[in-house]
């Protein structure tokens, strides 16, 4: 059974920091794309960060540019998404995806429609 479990989630202060990581079990990450998404209550549901199958290739929304890195260890079939300077408006949950893609593939996408697993999500909560 294909699962994606995320942790890392918590309440931090604003310029705080928080590592997430998505687990995968059922299945071999190597072959797929992983992007990490984010709703916040009253609002749609948006793509944060993506990173290709060979992770040569990732991509972010221009509001976490600079304080969010995505990476992947393949080895331990796990996406994390490094989220620095987090902001009050950084509260969400945040989900991981993922989408199989050919590693000879340098792109990612972050459009949710692309997306056919996903996880049950970790809240991050920015406040004072």
């Known amino acids: 059974q294909l699962q994606l479990v995320e942790s890392g989630g918590g309440l931090v202060q604003p310029g705080g920091s928080l590592r997430l990581s998505c687990a995968a079990s059922?299945?071999?990450?190597?072959?797929?794309?992983i992007a990490w998404f984010r709703q916040a209550p009253g609002k749609e549901r948006e793509g944060v960060s993506c990173i290709s199958s060979n992770g040569r290739a990732t991509n972010y929304h221009d509001s976490v540019k600079g304080r969010f890195t995505i990476a992947r260890d393949n080895a331990k079939n796990t996406v994390y998404l490094q989220v620095n300077n987090l902001k009050p408006e950084d509260t969400a949950v945040y989900y991981c995806?993922?989408?199989?893609?050919?590693?000879?593939?340098?792109?990612?996408?972050?459009?949710?429609?692309?997306?056919?697993?996903w996880g049950q999500g970790t809240q991050v909560t920015v406040s004072s």
């Open positions: 995806a993922a989408t199989l893609l050919s590693p000879t593939v340098v792109a990612c996408s972050r459009r949710r429609e692309e997306y056919d697993y």
């Open positions: 059922g299945f071999n990450l190597n072959y797929y794309a």
